[in-house]
């Protein structure tokens, strides 16, 4: 292996000897890669194509054995350290220039107790691999809306998905993790054991250590439901966006009801004559009776001449991957976002305007329901919190070329800038994007904060783990 450079906590480098190497190569089952190593581009390689940086080393992790022998070695030699699961988050923290980046995308195996209605999923997994094995016996996990997320970090950030409005955070439904620790040790965290640590992985992030398993509570969903979506001209948006809150102010928890406003993409089931043309669409998911989504949707089915329309009863799987078409790898992306107490006409007028001005075919500014059982809990349940919060507002800035960076940038931060008025004061720390540090971290955590950084003190007080949205320890 050739010489490697890799930058420490303290801003030198670290230039390990060939022994060194060897030997910690020789704790591994995984590969430990460098630059020109097979491999190496597609471990370090993100779904936001705005992040392209190169660690000065990769360790592609097979099992916890491996995740231990590399926070040991990164903690011995004071190194900057990184994270991947599935490599989706928004600002690329999993992955520094220079840096020694833990890859454990390769992690993927999904155990289901149908019995118990439990389900363990390692850390490299992406949604679609826990909703494909729970599917098999008609139980699902509180996960995303984008198949391709990876679990770990959606999990950590709090999580929410078509299911939150029935059954909470994807976290409040976690019943326990595996965490590799800043000074290498295996524990196990759960309401019983370590219940400090599993607090503040509930929501937390990445700042307490590396979780490497995750047992999910499950729910009996599926394997069908009534889902898809259905789009209007946008001159029509007045009337949906009332529909869509209207509905969605009475509606069951088996309903979840997302609204975008983009330019219409060329897919087969929008009719010809609207692509590239302004539109509103109504993401739909139903996991009720089909008698009751028919009773539920029939004010949105019945509304309008739509220009698309593919809301039918489908599997579940086929709803979780509805979305994943916007959402490819290798675009550029760039997000801000917002939690809102509710919806007002006012803010529609604001949504519908910087909705006008896009700049990109693939940009869209996107209304996501909470509420329901995510309030059921009190705002100290975990540090996911926000339990106030009825809708998430995500500006989704997506393109394709570098040139164009300023111009969609400026678009999201100006609608952003106009919406933020509207804010109960909380944003999601997974939409966070690359720019926005401590002060935004907070406002994710609001009232949470002192307490996680408490458990900083104690789990991490060096701050290892800190190439992330990062909670400073206490003291």
Known sequence: MA????????????????????????QLRGALLVEGDAGYEDSRSLWNAMIDRRP????????????????NFARQHSLVLTLKGGGHNIAGLAVRDAGLMLDLSLMRGVWVDERSRLAHAQAGCLLGDVDRETQLHGLAAVLGFVSNT?????????GFGYLSRRFGWTTDNVRSMQVVTADGQL?????LENPDLFWGLRGGG??????????????PVGPEVVGGAIAWPAENAPAVLELFRTLMSNASPELALVAAMRLAPPAPWIRKDAHGKPIVVVFVCHTGTVEQAERDLAPLKGFGAPVGDIVQRRTYVSQQNLLDATQPKGR????KSEYLPALGTELFEKYREHAARIVSPHSAVILFPLGGAVGRHGEDHSPAGNRDAQWVLNISGSWDRAEDDAANMEWARAAWRDMRAFSTGGTYVNFLNAEENDDRTRDAYRGN?????????????ANLFRSNKNIVAAG
Do not use: Q
Request: with cysteine; net charge negative.
């Open 332 to 335: 550029r992306y760039y997000w």
């Open 449 to 461: 904060y002192d307490r996680l950084a408490r458990v900083k003190a104690r789990w991490d007080p």
């Open 3 to 26: 010489s490697i450079r890799i930058m420490t906590l303290e801003g030198g480098f670290f230039e390990p000897s060939p022994e060194v190497l060897a030997a910690f190569r020789a």
């Open 206 to 219: 990445g700042n307490f250590g590396v979780v490497t398993d995750f047992e999910y509570e499950l729910h």
């Open 150 to 158: 990876g679990i770990a970090g959606l999990t950590l950030g709090g």
């Open 56 to 71: 000065a080393a990769v360790v592609r992790a097979l099992g916890t054995a491996d995740v231990i022998a590399c926070v």
């Open 187 to 191: 524990v196990r965290a759960s309401e």
